[in-house]
């Protein structure tokens, strides 16, 4: 695993922990909110929830990449930063 995504993945893990409820994927089996799929359940409203799920874990997967990036971002900065310090001390010595 690069290096890279070993810090998104930990990023994301971060996130996960913070959330105060953790929703899974339910399979086509699971029973909904009061009812059954199979008897009269609304395989509608199963599909919509997963939807949600799924839709939550992208937007915490795409936030831990974007928090990557600006961190990326910063040390890269940094290090130009210093590299323009260390070429003037050597130019004024």
């Given amino acids: 695993m690069t290096d890279r ?3 998104i993945h930990a ?3 971060a996130l996960l922990a913070r959330q105060e ?5 339910d399979d086509d089996h699971a029973v909904p909110r009061g009812g059954s799929l199979g008897v009269g359940g ?5 599909l919509e929830r997963n939807r949600r799920v799924v839709r939550r874990f992208q937007g915490l997967v795409r936030t831990a990449v974007t928090l990557d990036a600006l961190i990326e971002q910063e040390l890269c900065s940094d290090q130009l930063a ?3 310090d260390a ?3 050597r130019n004024l010595g």
């Fill in 87 to 89: 070429r003037k001390a």
């Fill in 5 to 7: 995504r070993q810090r």
């Fill in 11 to 13: 990023l994301v893990l």
């Fill in 82 to 84: 210093g590299d323009g």
């Fill in 21 to 25: 409820e953790l929703e899974l994927l």
């Fill in 42 to 46: 609304d395989p509608g409203s199963w």
